[in-house]
């Protein structure tokens, strides 16, 4: 089926003004693939060192360089509910792959970092460039060159981004993602917010408030709410990366194990020596970025992925925008109702139809791209299904017809709202995201006083103080990836939201980010450009009035624009962010970054080469 008007003119769009990066990328990995793989091609020191320490079959496999070799590139640790699960990993692809007639490799591991463990401490300014370094990080796994194929191990907020970034920089492999999966579920999300707010008001103590997220947060696996970690997930699927529907089965399960080994032995049958060669490079097109989009918007998924997509397709040489996300999501329908945009977790949503059910009603919609690579064929219609177990064969079967609870997942043609909820703010003070999915209509045009604050203990005291109880737009600067690595500000969220259920007109705006599981608060996040790049956002005065409009996209100072010329940007001593914790040692991200619409990363677009002999591409 062909997709929707609106939806191909995005396409076409970023399939325009990208072609000489992509051009240029599709070539560096052309010659890649001619390299080959250089097992065979590595002095005799060299590749003894690279499998010095293998059983001795396996030596003998690599030895003669007569089989197939699947590098493993994981994030595993074991303080990390959503790593754990990673550690037996490796051993149940080795075991899969050589049966199958190759051989497995731990090629290297890569930093994993838990958002909710750093959420308002200095360590959270380390997390968004972790995505960058995480990349690198892939990239010294996989910079011995012995490999066919790629396997990758990741699940959380930056983890996956990096891993796909730093895969798509050797695009001429085949990858399959790997994920862990959540955990099951805990105390209600309802339940969760409720007790925040109530601690928040200094109703419920510390101790009351541990026993609550203990509940919540409690075994092995990613948390169960739909933030930035399970986003990432529904977003491989989409992709294409993923086996079909293997995103949300719980951890230390039999289908769990079962996938995994799976993945394993569908890498061995995509290489470039199997005669369904199915790169990395090829599967993330402008189709398939234009496809992760919409599933993101369909499903209310994480604003922090305006961020991501952006630097994952600029690291296959593609250029994508805000415009294209808002483009999109005036025309892409809400289809899921998952915490925070609803009161269900993900395991909810798994049980009642899951990705398969997503993808295959955006399909028929018109809304998504079916002709495109993935790692099981030509078409994205393959994975519109979900995983089972017969014996020890995982099987795949067709995603159910109907939803099992339309309170959590609907139809593409019966959707929770007509439009993905995702709007492009732009006015005297920028660009801004907003995520209004979850936020009530009633509170999408704010217009009242601001109170300008540097940081977020500034807010809190003033919060803690009774100082907020009134109408105001809380304007947060200084919070971008220059000034301090743009950490997340979900330390705001039960605040806000609980002058809002007192009846007060409250919005936030500011350069940093909110969490994925940032719900009904509006915010205007990711202003760009933000206040150390000489962002507008430096001009605003406490007491200015500000407009957020979420319906109209506008978001304004109203100021006469006499005095607004006039005013000088204020600053203030970034100090105190630049040492302790390691920030020290991420100078070098803060003075390179780029801006948050350009994916606030260090990577640039692929260098555009000269045409290297008739290479197709």
């Given at each position: 089926m062909s997709v929707l008007a609106s939806v191909a003119a995005v396409t076409e769009r970023i399939i325009a003004r990208s072609q000489p990066y992509r051009s240029a990328y599709l070539q560096r990995i052309e010659i890649a693939r001619r390299q080959d793989v250089q097992r065979g091609a590595l002095s005799c020191t060299n590749l003894a060192h690279g499998f010095a320490a293998f059983p001795v079959n396996d030596k003998l496999r690599l030895k003669q360089d007569k089989d197939l070799s699947v590098a493993i590139v994981s994030s595993y640790n074991d303080m990390l509910s959503a790593h754990q699960p990673f550690e037996n990993f490796p051993q149940i692809i080795k075991d899969a792959v050589r049966a199958?007639?190759?051989?497995?490799?731990?090629?290297?591991?890569?930093?994993?970092?838990?958002?909710?463990?750093?959420?308002?401490?200095?360590?959270?300014?380390?997390?968004?460039?972790?995505?960058?370094?995480?990349?690198?990080?892939?990239?010294?796994?996989?910079?011995?060159?012995?490999?066919?194929?790629?396997?990758?191990?990741?699940?959380?907020?930056?983890?996956?981004?990096?891993?796909?970034?730093?895969?798509?920089?050797?695009?001429?492999?085949?990858?399959?993602?790997?994920?862990?999966?959540?955990?099951?579920?805990?105390?209600?999300?309802?339940?969760?917010?409720?007790?925040r707010?109530?601690?928040?008001?200094?109703?419920?103590?510390?101790?009351?408030?541990?026993?609550?997220?203990?509940?919540?947060?409690?075994?092995?696996?990613?948390?169960?709410?739909?933030?930035?970690?399970?986003?990432?997930?529904?977003l491989m699927e989409a992709l294409g990366l993923h086996l079909p529907g293997s995103a949300f089965?719980?951890?230390?399960?039999?289908?769990?194990?079962?996938?995994?080994?799976?993945?394993?032995?569908?890498?061995?049958?995509?290489?470039?020596?199997?005669?369904?060669?199915?790169?990395?490079?090829?599967?993330?097109?402008?189709?398939?970025?234009?496809?992760?989009?919409?599933?993101?918007?369909?499903?209310?998924?994480?604003?922090?992925?305006?961020?991501?997509?952006v630097a994952i397709a600029k690291a296959a040489g593609?250029?994508?925008?805000?415009?294209?996300?808002?483009?999109?999501?005036?025309?892409?329908?809400l289809v899921t109702r998952i915490y925070p945009n609803g009161d269900a977790d993900v395991n909810h949503f798994h049980a009642a139809g899951g990705t398969g059910f997503v993808i295959r009603e955006l399909l028929d919609a018109g809304l998504m791209h079916e002709d495109v690579t993935t790692i099981l064929g030509d078409s994205l219609r393959?994975?519109?299904?979900?995983?089972?177990?017969?014996?020890?064969?995982?099987?795949?079967?067709?995603?159910?017809?109907?939803?099992?609870?339309?309170?959590?997942?609907?139809?593409?043609?019966?959707?929770?709202a007509?439009?993905?909820?995702?709007?492009?703010?732009?006015?005297?003070?920028?660009?801004?995201?907003?995520?209004?999915?979850?936020?009530?209509?009633?509170?999408?045009?704010?217009?009242?006083?601001?109170?300008?604050?540097?940081?977020?203990?500034a807010f809190m005291k003033a919060f803690r103080a009774g100082e907020l109880d009134r109408d105001f737009v809380a304007v947060l600067s200084f919070q971008g990836p220059r000034a301090n690595g743009m950490p997340e500000l979900h330390a705001l969220t039960?605040?806000?939201?609980?002058?809002?259920?007192?009846?007060?007109?409250?919005?936030?705006?500011?350069?940093?980010?909110?969490?994925?599981?940032?719900?009904?608060?509006?915010?205007?996040?990711?202003?760009?450009?933000?206040?150390?790049?000489?962002?507008?956002?430096?001009?605003?005065?406490?007491?200015?009035m500000i407009k957020m409009d979420a319906e109209h996209g506008i978001l304004e100072a109203i100021v006469p624009a006499q005095e607004w010329a006039l005013r000088q940007l204020q600053s203030t001593n970034l100090d105190a962010n630049q040492v302790g914790m390691g920030r020290e040692l991420f100078a070098m991200f803060r003075n390179t970054v780029s801006a948050a619409e350009e994916g606030a990363t260090i990577f640039d677009l692929p260098p555009v080469m000269k045409p290297v002999g008739a290479i197709a591409i």
């Open positions: 199958a007639g190759g051989v497995a490799q731990f090629a290297g591991g890569t930093p994993a970092m838990c958002d909710g463990v750093t959420q308002g401490q200095p360590g959270m300014e380390l997390s968004l460039f972790s995505r960058d370094a995480i990349a690198m990080a892939t990239a010294i796994a996989l910079s011995h060159n012995m490999f066919d194929a790629a396997l990758y191990l990741g699940i959380c907020d930056k983890i996956v981004p990096g891993l796909l970034i730093g895969a798509l920089h050797f695009g001429h492999l085949p990858a399959i993602f790997v994920p862990g999966g959540p955990m099951t579920s805990g105390m209600s999300n309802k339940e969760k917010v409720k007790i707010q109530l601690y928040a008001e200094g109703k419920v103590d510390r101790a009351g408030l541990l026993e609550a997220e203990s509940e919540s947060y409690h075994s092995a696996g990613t948390c169960t709410f739909y933030g930035t970690a399970n986003s990432n997930q529904m089965i719980t951890p230390n399960t039999p289908l769990r194990d079962a996938l995994t080994a799976e993945a394993g032995r569908q890498a061995l049958k995509i290489t470039d020596h199997s005669g369904n060669y199915r790169p990395v490079g090829h599967v993330v097109s402008e189709k398939s970025i234009v496809n992760a989009i919409v599933t993101l918007l369909a499903t209310g998924g994480s604003t922090n992925h305006t961020l991501h997509l593609i250029i994508i925008d805000w415009n294209d996300f808002d483009a999109l999501s005036a025309v892409v329908p393959a994975h519109c299904a979900e995983p089972f177990l017969e014996g020890n064969q995982v099987v795949f079967k067709a995603a159910p017809e109907k939803s099992g609870d339309d309170s959590v997942l609907r139809t593409a043609s019966a959707p929770f007509p439009d993905g909820g995702l709007r492009l703010l732009t006015g005297n003070l920028g660009r801004a995201v907003i995520k209004i999915s979850a936020v009530k209509k009633e509170h999408w045009i704010v217009e009242a006083p601001a109170i300008v604050f540097k940081s977020q203990d039960p605040a806000l939201g609980l002058l809002q259920d007192k009846g007060r007109h409250v919005a936030l705006v500011t350069d940093g980010r909110m969490s994925g599981a940032s719900g009904k608060v509006p915010a205007a996040i990711h202003v760009t450009p933000e206040v150390s790049a000489g962002g507008p956002l430096a001009l605003v005065r406490t007491g200015d």
